[in-house]
């Protein structure tokens, strides 16, 4: 199945992706020193728990219908960055909220912007509210809003959307309680092994005078932005690292943030280490808020890709160059993280370990540069179905209403695609036979019947990619794709942060970043799914809003309309959990599996425990947790883990779907210097009857001991 970007489709599974991501842009020298506390602001930062439905929901990212998720590795959280001028506090300019999901949604967004808008109308507003995601393809799915990225998820989950909205309002709502005097710096330091190019051949399509003005064919460069305190002590960071959040696989069903979240995890748990081991984790009482977000390179944490086809004679080799094939299909080539022979969650930590140390070295340094000056914010709507504009050369040309080409169905070696589909092959032949005449036959009448055919204006506009799927047009039972993006700058001081509606390539990356860089100092001065103009109507029309960004502004810029709702209209064939039940002569919470209570544990070994379980679709738990790890210390339990921590797994299995029972089994595998003593596994759970209410409950394993 493929890998949920702009580009890839399987067979009656069509995928678009939306996002909102992050592209920093300085025109500072990066060699300045920082000038003692410039620039004083406002500054706000909260955490929120947005973690939907952990099991019977598909996973966002890969757009695999088997990736159905099973349990809860570590929470998706939403961290939230307030900025406003101290001179003038009625008005936030910058608001910022960094979420744990695959890519941001405009109904999501629109439903944010709602709440604070209405429970702060001074101080939020449609402009200075942004939706920045973390790409991460570990996450709960169901939650965007239009219909293709909804149809491996079965439709609509309400329940994700909610506890995404739900969490990442109370993140704002917490940075904004904790708004204070405080002073901003910007820094940068390379990460060369945190990342690779997911298309290395691609790239070369580059002109090769382009390619000379780089070192690598991906960005290596981790900037960071600094929060401190007026007293110039640090309350935390906003990272911009190109790397995707694809180092946990395919094959993970366990809800998790992915490297994102890791290097978040790593870094706030090192300033405050009590707040992801206790009960402060679920209270939102954080003293240093860690965001690490992504930018708009399209990489992937990979040692390269490789052959997994057992008994070939291509097994374990390279994957082929050009068409990322593996005996002339995609299926078997799959890229590979740094720690992909250790375990699951092995190049989850390093690529997170990575990010982490890059920004502690930005942190500690002293060649940072101090920020000041005003805080703007700028946003439009920018309907791409046909935005004409013209070129630096002088033509005019104009964006194409959204279409899905052959290349599409190929996906990538992070989630490679289907049948006989090729990554980069424009052609609209596969190179089966028997699958071109099935296509001829078969599934062009299902592409033509589920999204229109395309008419000559449209095949010429998007010209040269041949349309698969004509997504553009498709608007039933509601809009396939969306057709209207955001467009959305902020300037705090010398910085100038664009939020991005799509993911880019490398190249188009840096082609955005220098032209904005350059229209930036002249004013100071003085994938491709809407056609291939794509980029260029992106380059200009975030260079016409710079202006927008001065200290004295007069007027707004002019904007399309928003796009329309589409919430209402959705479809969800996910079932209710219907009842749950214990077995005959047992109960809920009652231990199935102990832990062993003769032999103590070790550092590196995993304690393992099953109890009688209920569906945890019935309570999310958002702000709590289904398990702990509890100590005992003079004679009383202290949480000292909890299912935030990366020691520890919570899994769910339905025993029988008539008779409603299930089993859940909670890991813990022991970090080097846990103390040695005496603790206990305690699982949260929530049973829904036939009749009445939904009831919580505990179950309790055995004490254990770790020497």
Request: with cysteine; net charge negative; proline share 5%.
């Amino acid at each position: 199945m493929p890998h949920f970007t702009q580009e890839l489709l399987s067979l009656g599974t069509a995928l678009y992706y939306l996002t909102a991501f992050l592209a920093s842009s300085t025109v500072l020298p990066s060699n300045d020193a920082i000038k003692g506390v410039a620039g004083q602001y406002l500054l706000g930062l909260g955490i929120g728990d947005i973690t939907g439905p952990v099991v019977e929901t598909n996973m966002m990212g890969y757009a695999s219908l088997p990736q159905t998720d099973t349990g809860l590795h570590m929470r998706q959280r939403s961290r939230a960055f307030i900025i406003a001028e101290e001179a003038n506090p009625q008005t936030v300019s910058f608001s910022l909220m960094q979420v744990n999901i695959a890519m941001g949604d405009t109904g999501v967004r629109r439903s944010i912007v709602a709440n604070l808008t209405a429970t702060y109308p001074d101080m939020f507003t449609n402009d200075n509210i942004a939706l920045g995601s973390t790409h991460q393809h570990s996450g709960v799915g169901g939650y965007l809003e239009d219909l293709l990225p909804q149809i491996t998820s079965l439709g609509y989950v309400a329940a994700t959307a909610d506890a995404i909205i739900e969490g990442t309002v109370i993140a704002v709502q917490r940075a904004y309680e904790s708004m204070a005097s405080g002073s901003l710096s910007v820094g940068n330091t390379s990460v060369v092994d945190g990342n690779a190019n997911r298309s290395p051949s691609a790239y070369l399509a580059n002109p090769a005078d382009e390619r000379a003005m780089y070192e690598y064919d991906t960005d290596k460069e981790l900037s960071l932005l600094r929060f401190d305190d007026a007293s110039g002590n640090p309350r935390g960071l906003l990272s911009f690292f190109p790397v995707h959040g694809t180092s946990l696989y395919e094959n993970n069903t366990l809800v998790s943030s992915d490297n994102k979240g890791m290097a978040a995890y790593l870094y706030e748990s090192e300033k405050t280490p009590s707040w992801y081991d206790g009960t402060r984790c679920h209270a939102g009482n954080n003293t240093f808020v860690a965001g690490f977000t992504q930018v708009s390179d399209r990489v992937l944490d990979s040692l390269g890709a490789y052959c997994e086809s057992p008994g070939e004679p291509y097994d374990g080799m390279l994957c082929a160059f050009n068409t990322s094939t593996c005996g002339g299909t995609v299926e078997d080539c799959h890229g590979r993280g740094p720690g992909f022979r250790i375990s699951d969650f092995a190049s989850n930590m390093i690529i997170g370990q990575l990010q982490m140390e890059g920004a502690q070295t930005v942190m500690n340094s002293d060649n940072r540069t101090a920020l000041s000056g005003s805080v703007r914010s700028v946003h439009i709507y920018m309907d791409m179905d046909n935005h004409t504009f013209t070129l630096p050369n002088g033509t005019t040309v104009h964006t194409c209403p959204p279409a899905m080409g052959f290349s599409f169905a190929g996906g990538t070696t992070d989630g490679p695609g289907a049948f006989d589909f090729i990554q980069g092959d424009n052609s609209s032949s596969p190179q089966n036979p028997f699958w071109e005449n099935l296509y001829m036959s078969v599934f062009q009448w299902y592409t033509d019947f589920v999204t229109p055919a395309p008419s000559e204006a449209q095949v010429a506009c998007q010209y040269p990619k041949p349309i698969l799927l004509n997504t553009g047009y498709a608007n039933l039972p509601y809009k396939w794709s969306p057709n209207t993006v955001d467009i959305q700058m902020f300037r705090i001081g010398q910085l100038v942060i664009l939020v991005i509606p799509g993911e880019l390539t490398t190249m188009s990356g840096r082609r955005i970043r220098q032209a904005i860089r350059a229209e930036l100092i002249s004013y100071e001065g003085a994938s491709t799914i809407f056609g291939q103009y794509t980029l260029d109507a992106y380059i200009d029309k975030y260079t016409s809003l710079v202006p927008f960004l001065a200290d004295t502004v007069t007027g707004t810029p002019a904007s399309d309309a928003a796009p329309a709702e589409q919430t209402s209209k959705a479809i969800s064939l996910q079932l209710p959990v219907v009842f749950d039940a214990a077995p005959f002569g047992s109960s809920f919470g009652k231990v199935k599996t102990d832990v062993s209570t003769t032999v103590p544990y070790t550092a590196g070994e995993t304690v393992f425990a099953t109890f009688v379980g209920a569906n945890p679709r019935n309570n999310l738990r958002l702000e709590g947790t289904f398990l702990s790890v509890d100590q005992l210390v003079n004679d009383a339990w202290v949480r000292h883990r909890s299912d935030s921590h990366p020691s520890t797994t919570y899994s769910w299995v339905q025993t029988s779907t008539a008779l409603g029972t299930s089993q859940v089994n909670l890991t813990w595998t022991i970090e080097d210097g846990t103390p040695s003593g005496t603790y206990r596994f305690v699982y949260f759970g929530d049973s829904k009857p036939v009749i009445g209410g939904i009831t919580a409950f505990t179950g309790e394993s055995s004490n254990f001991t770790v020497s």
